[in-house]
């Protein structure tokens, strides 16, 4: 059979259906706030109105108890997440942060914000989260914290990290945006360090088009980044804060819009979450017989939230470079509605290794002057050169193969494709 990729006919050319989690619920509930005339109810000062409006706290409290966590902080994105979590660990200029390569941009420069510096650690082959040995080579007098992904929504090595953070006396931010409702032994991705943040841009398996959330436990850690989301600096002084550490505050408030469909989208995520998995169960089984793809390893004890479904790819086992196969998987598959300018909803290596963007290559962060990197508090050496996370490099560059063709509502029928393009570029290699 003649592969699309030279001229043949593709297993398919009908569109796969777009993922749209929008609906009736979340119309009324946009409509319920326009009506109630408060779009959004923060004041940047010490008032009840501090914390925000109806929505806002309504939707912290039942996503704290959906997640079983104690604090919840609405804010604009996961990003804001970040840099609230960072800033509420109280981190000095010149101290670093152990940061994962393999990741969103804002996990890794997130310390850069507070004049932190990051350090990259290597990642598991299996499971591509922060590599626990990797972790703690790296760990030196001027380590502060670990902020760990969630990869593609597989729960991070929680018992080893965590014994390693509390051996050094180090915080763990844990970035869960890509793994809400994932599980490590019944527990929640989020909850599983000191902090953990939630994304809600529309790429996430919920969304309110912009949003995310900051969790913790600590009721210190969570008045911080309270102060932090809203103008810390005009605030502590009539709130009774006598601790200025990282008091500057911002502006990462979540709207009331934002607000009441994050909780119609709570109400959501267990049935997406599941399907999800029953999808990728689906696709590993039947992509498992194809000998150069190795399909997903799940950490013991723990639910994989499936952001992306992550593959592998031996190269020596298939006679082609992964590519080129994939090049060829692609021409056989449609486009997905709503991402028609996307492409064939399959990637490879997911990211160029963090520390090989032009920012720690050239260690221009603020200002010209190599600052904070070259800046009087940081006494460290840092490297960013190529090589220093070589898992990291090979997965770049050989071995992962990521891909969405496994969001709802993707049928059997639908997985049935994937897998047979899969099928037929493996039983058609000779002509690649
Ligand atoms: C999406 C994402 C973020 C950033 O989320 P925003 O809400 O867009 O700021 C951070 N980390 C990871 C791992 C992500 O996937």
Redesign the pocket.
């Known amino acids: 059979m003649k592969l699309a990729i030279n001229g043949g006919e593709p297993v398919r050319t009908k569109k796969f259906p777009a993922y749209r989690v929008m609906g009736n619920e979340e119309k009324e509930a946009v409509c319920r706030v326009i009506d109630s005339g408060i779009l959004s109810r923060f004041l940047g000062t010490w008032h009840d109105d501090f914390f925000g409006g109806p929505e806002v706290q309504a939707a912290e409290r039942e996503w704290g108890e959906f997640l079983g966590v104690k604090h919840v902080v609405a804010v604009n994105?996961?990003?804001?997440a970040?840099y609230c979590a960072v800033g509420a660990t109280g981190v000095e200029p010149g101290e670093e942060m152990i940061v994962s390569p393999y990741?969103?941009s804002?996990?890794a420069t997130a310390p850069l914000i507070y004049n932190a510096i990051p350090v990259f650690a290597d990642i598991e082959a299996e499971h591509y989260c922060l590599d626990p040995c990797s972790v703690e080579a790296r760990i030196t007098p001027r380590t502060r914290a670990i902020i760990v992904?969630d990869?593609f929504g597989q729960p991070y090595d929680r018992e080893e990290i965590n014994a390693i953070a509390k051996k050094h006396g180090l915080f763990v931010i844990e970035?869960c945006?890509?793994a809400p409702g994932a599980t490590w032994k019944g527990k929640c991705a989020g909850t599983l360090a000191h902090m953990g943040?939630f994304?809600?841009?529309y790429?996430?398996h919920v969304h309110t088009g912009?949003?995310?959330f900051v969790v913790t436990d600590d009721d210190d850690l969570a008045m911080k980044l309270r102060l932090i989301r809203n103008h810390a600096e005009a605030v502590v002084e009539k709130a009774g804060v006598t601790d200025l550490v990282n008091m500057i505050g911002f502006n990462y408030r979540m709207t009331e819009i934002e607000a009441a469909l994050a909780r119609c989208q709570l109400r959501r995520l267990p049935e997406l979450l599941k399907e999800r998995q029953t999808s990728c169960d689906y696709l590993n089984t039947a992509l498992a017989e194809i000998p150069p793809i190795m399909t997903t390893v799940v950490r013991p004890e723990t639910t994989h939230a499936y952001?992306v479904h992550p593959l592998k790819f031996d190269e020596a086992v298939a006679g082609v470079g992964r590519d080129r196969f994939v090049e060829a998987v692609k021409a056989e598959l449609p486009l997905t509605e709503l991402r028609e300018g996307e492409g064939v909803k399959i990637g490879t290596g997911y990211c160029k290794p963090l520390y090989l963007q032009p920012l720690f290559q050239k260690r221009i962060a603020y200002g010209s002057k190599g600052a904070p990197f070259t800046s009087p508090w940081y006494d460290g050496n840092v490297s960013y050169e190529k090589g220093i996370c070589p898992v990291t490099e090979r997965m770049f560059e050989k071995e992962l193969i990521t891909h969405e063709l496994m969001r709802p509502p993707m049928t059997h029928e639908d997985l049935d494709d994937v897998v047979a393009a899969f099928w037929k570029v493996w039983e058609n290699r000779h002509e690649l």
């Open positions: 994105s996961c990003t804001s970040l990741t969103m804002a996990s992904v990869l970035d945006a890509q943040c994304s809600l841009n790429h996430k912009e949003g995310g952001y």
